[in-house]
């Protein structure tokens, strides 16, 4: 798999793809909603800058409040109450005190330079701490400019999730991404070929080397060929993107996940330390996705001898003319539709290419998706007028599964078999 599909590649590969969409699975867990959420000092920025405004508006406020007091003295006088004039009174002596030399035009200011000086040391220390590890080029200034969105909790939701899968019912604490990936390929690697276990291969992005990475745990009888190829160029290559996850890779694992999960731009790059005697000699690489690596993992899966492929992918068809739906205006809406068209693209490219002597590719993807990359609380759909939740989205993926592969294939075969 690649991008979010390495999700569903680690519990398959363990046999706990059911964990992920049953009734306790991962996807319908309430965590999910709080997934890829705008970063803490994007948020701290924003409420600053809004508390400042708001502290800038009090003496208009302040006038404001005569809009109110004036006509309530007017009908009072008018119903001949008593009080108006005092009423009156007590809203000058409020603001002959509130714009006195010694009142809000010196605490505003003060109050407003206290609040953005704060944000913006709370800014710097944030920016400090992200660049740490690796040299940068470009001004110190560039780095109260953070990535708007945060990774952080889809990578820990992902590993926790697969901890309740693999700890079963034993109450033990959590362990590292770390260890637990190191546990996670000792048990894959064990149990590889046993009913229910299968072969692993994730590929993400290295944008420092500006290519894909291929991290595997396969069979004995295809590890060789994952490296080793028929020119010795070829095989430099393959060292340079290979991580063999039985081998010097075994630690990588939980790098993988983290890249995978990691949008490009729209996410700070995950860092990834080699090994001194590893191909890149102990370097620090950053990673991340790329929508466009789908051909990628074909291609490798192809390489590995794969008879068939099956893709499964939330981007929908090409839908033609008079099929245009609102644009999404809000900053997640936006880049989930960009990042929804590129995966659409890269699969239609994938599946026009001249495949030759390559196995079958069979696609699986929905004629219609109105829940974007980024709406784990579910998606409008315009043409329908009505909310989808992402509950749905999961019972309609099982219909295109059965109508576009089940049916299909798998019925045309067993109709073949029982006619011969």
Known sequence: ????????????????????????GMWRSPAVRQLYPWRSALRAVVVALALAVAIVA??????????IVYPIDFVSKMLGASGAASLVSAYLRVTERAFAPQGLPTWLPRIVLLVLGS???????????????????????????????????AIDLTWTALWDLVRGAAQLKEPSHLEL?????????????????????????????????????????RRAGLVRRASIEDTEARRAEVLDLTGLGRDHLSDAVAAALTIPLATEYHQVQFAPEAYWRGERHRLSDRPAAIARVVDELIALSVEQIIIVSAAPESPGPHALGAARTD????????????????????????????????????????????????????RSARPQSLAELMNRGYEDAFHQFVEPVVGASGDRVGMA
């Open 1 to 24: 798999g690649r991008g979010v599909g390495v999700v569903g590649a680690l519990f398959a590969a363990v046999d706990g793809a059911a964990r992920l969409w049953d009734e306790r």
């Open 58 to 67: 009090v003496p208009l406020l302040v006038m404001a409040l005569g809009l």
């Open 119 to 153: 944000t913006a040391i709370a800014a710097l220390a944030s920016g400090y701490r992200r660049s740490r590890g690796r040299l940068r080029r470009g001004g110190f200034w560039w780095r109260l400019l953070p990535s708007p969105l945060t990774s952080t909790p």
């Open 181 to 221: 990936a190191r546990r996670y390929t000792e048990l894959l690697a064990d149990n590889l070929g046993q009913p229910g276990f299968r072969e692993l291969l994730v590929v993400v992005h290295d944008v420092d080397a500006g290519r894909d990475l291929v991290c595997a745990l396969v069979a004995e009888s």
């Open 331 to 382: 900053g997640r809406g936006r880049m989930g539709e960009w990042m929804q068209s590129a995966e659409a693209a890269a699969l239609r490219d994938l599946l026009a290419r001249d495949q030759g002597s390559s196995p079958r590719i069979f696609p699986i993807q929905p004629a219609h998706n109105p829940v974007g990359p980024f709406d784990f609380e579910g998606g409008f759909d315009d």
